[in-house]
């Protein structure tokens, strides 16, 4: 089974990936991994996406898209979940031809749907215990809401990480997945067109349930 998966930043996507990927033995590929990977390993692709790279440059899509192809087809074999990409409307067009030349099949797409003060108040919430990173503490979530300033596990100290709390650069990565004309969520919506007409199928969760009735609903819809 092939599925990609759209979530914002702060609605969980990535710990929903690790939580359903066991179940039917799926690759777990992220984005940040692909790069890293190829470039790691040297690979031709990846030796041309390190030039734009260490310039400050984009990867283009002819590099990026090739190497999504690559990796998904080493690591996928026995099935792919594929996360943080694409991350617009084009490469979304282009990952799906080259799905389509590999002779590869997207069976679903899930998108995890979070307003975007909700999403943007989840990750600027996130506290961690400074005794078990395990211990989850987040300020707006009332399921895991700290002891007063305290570990609602161990009551330990809290701190927050300083990318959390750069609220510009959260305001950037979701000014990019919010924009449905050429942006992320203009990605999704190209597949949501397609499964319109029956070329994949489409779900869509509620992503202000708890992680666990989240997990949940997307495993009743999974076969
Ligand atoms: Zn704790």
Request: a neutral charge; proline letters at 4%; glycine letters at 12%.
């Amino acid at each position: 089974m092939n599925i990609l998966m759209f979530g914002p930043n702060g609605s969980g996507k990535g710990t929903q990936g690790s939580l359903i990927k066991g179940k039917y033995n799926l690759a777990h590929i992220e984005s940040g991994g692909i790069f890293r990977e190829h470039i790691g390993q040297g690979t031709e692709l990846g030796k041309k996406a390190k030039e734009y790279i260490d310039r400050g440059d984009l990867v283009p899509d002819d590099v990026t898209i090739p190497m999504v192809l690559e990796t998904l087809k080493d690591k996928g074999k026995d099935g792919w979940l594929l996360d943080g990409f694409p991350r617009n409307m084009v490469q979304a067009q282009k990952l799906w031809e080259a799905l389509q030349e590999a002779g590869m099949k997207l069976d679903y797409v899930v998108e995890i749907l979070l307003p975007r003060e909700t999403a943007k108040n989840r990750i600027m919430g996130r506290r961690l215990c400074v005794n078990d990173p395990n211990h989850p503490n987040n300020i707006f979530i009332d399921a895991i809401k700290p002891n007063g300033d305290k570990c609602r596990v161990c009551g330990g100290d809290l701190k927050s990480r300083a990318d959390d709390q750069d609220e510009g650069a959260i305001n950037k990565r979701h000014d990019i997945y919010y924009d449905t004309t050429t942006g992320t969520l203009a990605a999704a919506y190209f597949y949501k067109d397609l499964a319109a007409k029956g070329q994949t199928k489409y779900i869509e969760l509620n992503g202000e349930g708890s992680i666990d009735s989240i997990k949940q609903t997307l495993l009743n819809q999974l076969p």
